[in-house]
Nanobody, 131 residues
Framework: QVQLVESGGGLVQAGGSLRLSCAASGRRFSDYHMGWFRQAPGKEREFVSAISPNGQSTYYEDSVRGRFTISRDNAKEMVYLQMNDLKPDDTAGYFC????????????????????????YGQGTQVTVSS
């Protein structure tokens, strides 16, 4: 079992920044790909970003590339999402998730975009961006 707890959400004006954190506990954190997803009311859950177990590979949804940065600290069992130049369309509940997929999987980038490929999920933190 891996427990995930997100924090750092809040209300921010368009153009502002937030840093989301996800604290993990339980099984060996450094074995897992970590991802961030978001879901706005009335919309489907959407992939935001993911990072490989060693932090060397990162993946982003096109609309956040260049504005958001994912990182992790395996010693602290933490994953972060730095969000800059926030837009009202970024308003959503943000969730972190842990996937036990092997980096050796061909097509790993596509697999990490699929919420069903993740084994554990947090409760989420709300991000609201005002215009």
């Amino acid at each position: 079992q891996v427990q995930l707890v997100e924090s750092g959400g809040g209300l921010v004006q368009a153009g502002g920044s937030l840093r989301l954190s996800c604290a993990a506990s339980g099984r060996r954190f450094s074995d897992y790909h970590m991802g961030w997803f978001r879901q706005a009311p009335g919309k489907e859950r959407e992939f935001v970003s993911a990072i490989s177990p060693n932090g060397q590979s990162t993946y982003y949804e096109d609309s956040v590339r260049g504005r958001f940065t994912i990182s992790r600290d395996n010693a602290k069992e933490m994953v972060y999402l730095q969000m800059n130049d926030l837009k009202p369309d970024d308003t959503a509940g943000y969730f972190c998730a842990a996937s036990g997929l092997s980096s050796a999987n061909s097509g790993i980038a596509a697999m990490l975009r699929n919420f069903m490929e993740y084994d554990y999920y947090g409760q989420g933190t709300q991000v609201t961006v005002s215009s």
